[in-house]
C-alpha cells in the first residue's frame, strides 16, 4: 500500500473528505458506500464509490493538471479501444479544502497482474499488442504531447546518474551496456503517435489472464510508439516477449529503445521509492533484473 504521503507538497486526502465532495458536488450518489482502494499509485488517490463508480483525486498540482486532458480525449479514446479504458462520469472541482480538480470514473473489475505469475501469458502478450496497435492508429488531430514524448538521449544524464547511484543495488556495467545500446538505435522517424507511456501493473488490469482494462493515463499523449513497448518488461514474462515483439511490429530499432525507455524508468523509479514504497520499488527492481537478463535485445 502506498502510505498516505510520499512529499510533503502532497494533499491531504482521507476518507472523510471524499464524502463531503461528493455529497456536496454530487448529492445524486451521496451516501453511497465508500471505500479507499489499496494501490501503489504514486499520483491519485482512489475511492470505490457504490458498486461501479471509482472516484480519483490528485496527490499533486501536478497530476492535477491530467484531469482536463482525461475527460477531454478517454470518452474519444474509449469508443476506438478494444479494450476497456476508464469512462468519466463527472468532473469535480477544488472544495472543502481540497484545491483541485478531480473525477468520477466508472469502475473497472479485474486485477492487477504479476509477470511471474500470470496464467496466459502468451495471450496477454497478444492482447497487449493490440491495444498499443489499435491506440497507435487512433487520430492524433489535436492530442497533447505524451509526459514522456522526448528522444531516449534527452535521458542520457538523469538514466546515467541514477545507474552510478544505484550501483549497491545492481550491475551497474551491465545498466549501462543496455541504455547505451538503446542510445546507439536509431530514433523514431514517424510522425508522434498515441501512447499510454505508462503500461506497468498498477495500470492495467487483466480477469481470466487476459487485459481486461488499462488505466490511469496521466502520461497519455503523442509519441515514439517504442515507449509503450515497456510493458514487454513490466508486464511480461521472458517467454512471452517475443509474441508481444511479433504482434507490435517492432523493429530492432524499436526494441532497443523500448528497451532503454524500460530501463531508464525503472532506474528512476527505484531510485525515488526505494525507501518510501516498497511496492514500487519491488517492481522496478523486478524490471531492471530482467532488463539485465533478456535474450531478446536486438542483434
Not at 5 to 23: C, G, N, Y
Not at 216 to 233: H, N, Q, R, S
Not at 269 to 293: F, K
Request: hydrophobic share 45%; glycine share 8%; aromatic share 8%.
Amino acid at each position: 500500500m502506498c502510505p498516505r504521503k510520499l512529499r510533503p507538497e502532497e494533499a491531504d486526502i482521507d476518507a472523510s473528505l471524499v464524502r463531503r465532495l461528493v455529497d456536496a458536488q454530487f448529492p445524486g450518489w451521496a451516501g453511497l458506500p465508500l471505500t479507499e482502494v489499496v494501490s501503489a499509485g504514486t499520483s491519485n488517490a482512489m475511492y470505490r464509490l457504490g458498486e461501479d463508480m471509482a472516484v480519483r483525486l490528485p496527490r499533486l498540482a501536478g497530476s492535477a493538471q491530467d484531469v482536463d486532458k482525461e475527460h477531454r480525449w478517454l470518452p474519444l479514446l474509449a469508443g476506438a479501444l478494444p479494450f476497456a479504458v476508464p469512462t468519466p462520469l463527472g468532473k469535480g472541482t477544488p472544495g472543502e479544502g481540497y484545491p483541485w480538480p478531480w473525477s468520477v470514473y466508472r469502475w473497472l473489475d479485474g486485477a492487477n497482474p504479476a509477470p511471474d505469475r500470470t496464467p496466459e501469458p502468451a495471450l496477454l502478450a497478444e492482447d497487449l499488442a493490440e491495444f498499443i496497435s489499435v491506440l497507435q492508429r487512433v487520430d492524433p488531430t489535436g492530442a497533447p504531447a505524451s509526459y514522456r514524448s522526448e528522444p531516449l538521449a534527452e535521458r542520457d544524464e538523469v538514466t546515467r546518474a541514477a545507474i552510478r547511484e544505484l550501483r549497491a543495488e545492481l550491475d551497474g556495467d551491465a545498466a549501462a551496456a543496455v541504455w547505451e545500446s538503446a542510445l546507439r538505435a536509431q530514433e523514431w522517424a514517424g510522425p508522434a503517435v498515441w501512447i499510454h507511456a505508462d503500461l506497468q501493473p498498477g495500470n492495467v488490469l487483466v480477469a481470466d489472464g487476459r487485459l481486461s482494462a488499462v488505466i490511469d493515463f496521466g502520461c497519455l499523449g503523442l509519441g515514439d510508439p517504442a515507449v509503450d513497448l515497456i510493458a514487454a518488461w513490466y508486464l511480461l514474462p521472458a517467454g512471452a516477449r517475443e509474441v508481444f515483439r511479433t504482434g507490435s511490429g517492432s523493429d530492432d530499432d524499436a526494441w532497443a529503445r523500448g528497451r532503454g525507455w524500460a530501463l531508464s524508468v525503472a532506474l528512476l523509479e527505484l531510485r525515488s521509492y526505494r525507501e518510501s514504497n516498497p511496492v514500487m520499488a519491488s517492481i522496478a527492481r523486478h524490471v531492471i533484473a530482467e532488463l539485465l537478463t533478456d535474450d531478446t535485445a536486438a542483434a
